[in-house]
């Protein structure tokens, strides 16, 4: 039987997971966390889909072109609806009442980012070790980090319920998702540690930081992947 039809199977059904999502967070039936669960189940389609495509020898330029369609909901408008919650729940005294009505709109700048950042990977090579610009799956992850903590109701909380690091968080995003700036590739070609040491420093850093840290963990281990990318980049040039 050809099963050449699965990956994109797949990659429909998780951009019906993401139709979910959105509408879940439109509708606020859930708390961010648990829909963020959700999103876990889309990452891991998001990669399956390529993973399977590859081991069937089944890639197409449809199945290039709806992979980005999905990842373009599941981790383009979804974060641009948790920016626009987050928006509305900061106080608007800072800013008034006529700016705080427009502001929330504002998180769809990393929705207009993302778009460009999946039209431009689809429409230039790249290399099998950086990725141009970062992947929309990990700013969708880092966007729901700060939701999540938002709705802790503590210090970090009103720390990032503020206009002004909303915006910040806005154009760092959107800077990151458009920019050309050269970040790892972390599809693994083999388990090898020769040729992957960088990404297991990564994930080793990454797993006892999210157990100790959980959520408040995941800004940090984004951080550590720009700088060691930037680092391996450079080095690799020279």
Same mark, same amino acid.
């Given at each position: 039987m050809n099963f050449k039809f699965l990956p994109n199977l797949i990659t429909l059904f998780n951009l019906f997971l993401?139709?979910?999502?959105?509408?879940?967070?439109i509708e606020n039936n859930l708390e961010v966390k648990n829909v963020f669960i959700i999103t876990i189940i889309c990452l891991i389609l998001d990669y399956l889909d390529g993973?399977?495509?590859?081991?069937?020898?089944?890639k197409s330029d449809v199945?290039?072109?709806l992979d980005s369609l999905a990842d373009l909901v599941s981790f383009g408008l979804v974060p641009g609806i948790l920016l626009y919650n987050m928006f509305?729940?900061? !106080?608007?005294?800072?800013?008034?009442?006529?700016?705080?009505?427009?502001? !929330?709109f504002l998180g769809f700048i990393i929705t207009l980012s993302s778009a460009y950042r999946l039209a431009r990977y689809n429409t230039r090579k790249s290399t099998s070790k950086f990725f141009k610009g970062l992947p929309t799956p990990a700013n969708a992850v880092l966007i729901y980090s700060f939701a999540i903590i938002s709705a802790e109701?503590?210090?970090?909380?009103n720390i990032i319920l503020d206009y002004?690091?909303?915006?910040l968080i806005v154009i760092v995003s959107s800077i990151l998702l458009a920019s050309n700036l050269k970040l790892l590739n972390?599809?693994?070609k083999s388990l090898k540690f020769k040729g992957n040491r960088r990404k297991f420093f990564i994930i080793f850093i990454s797993v006892p930081a999210l157990i100790i840290f959980g959520i408040y963990a995941i800004p940090l281990i984004l951080s550590v992947y720009i700088l060691v990318s930037i680092f391996t980049f450079y080095k690799s040039k020279n």
């Open positions: 993401g139709c979910i999502v959105t509408l879940l967070l993973y399977i495509a590859r081991k069937l020898n089944a199945g290039i072109q509305n729940e900061a !106080p608007s005294s800072s800013v008034g009442s006529i700016s705080s009505s427009f502001y !929330p109701g503590n210090s970090f909380s002004n690091i909303l915006m972390f599809k693994f």
